[in-house]
């Protein structure tokens, strides 16, 4: 699995002009599931997200992570993370996890998210989104599990 992150000082989805998850201060993930994962994929990517030190202490340095900032986290489904880029100018999608799996495993990580931290929103599985973000820094990057 793939998370694309972005620590963000306020983040939401819309379907169909209808928000459907928001949050203050945290992490936006837009999440790839690529063929092969599973369960213990989706638990490594989620202990990344809660754990990975992104967030400024007191020095401004990147030593916090997102429950000591008691952020939010805000995941989208993101299949297009899956696409293998390497050649010609359109993307592959032969990677990327079948759409049932991968709703399967999205669902998955949000219900262990929702476990492990009650300040957690979503977008729909494969609905056209809308995402908005105000990017804190901007600070981004590519986790894989």
């Known amino acids: 699995m ?5 620590r963000v000082k306020r983040a939401s989805v819309e379907v169909d002009t209808r928000e459907v998850g928001a949050i203050g201060t945290g992490l936006l993930a837009l ?18 997200l809660l ?10 340095r990147m030593n916090r992570n997102l429950q000591q900032a008691e952020g939010g986290l805000l995941l989208v489904s993101q299949f297009t993370l899956a ?23 999205f669902h998955y990580l949000l219900e262990r998210a929702h476990d492990a931290w009650p300040r957690v929103a979503s977008g729909e599985f494969a ?15 590519l986790l894989e599990s």
Not at 51 to 60: N, S
Not at 127 to 141: E, I, K, R, Y
Request: net charge negative; no cysteine.
């Open 2 to 6: 793939k998370a694309l992150i972005q």
């Open 31 to 48: 999440v790839g599931v690529e063929k092969g994962d599973d369960e213990a994929a989706a638990d490594r990517l989620l202990h990344k």
């Open 51 to 60: 754990h990975y030190r992104v967030f400024p202490d007191a020095a401004g």
């Open 83 to 105: 696409a293998d880029t390497r050649k010609g100018l359109r993307p592959s999608f032969s990677s990327a996890a079948p759409p049932a799996e991968g709703d399967r495993l």
């Open 127 to 141: 609905a056209d989104m809308q995402v908005s973000l105000v990017n804190d820094g901007p600070v981004t990057f």
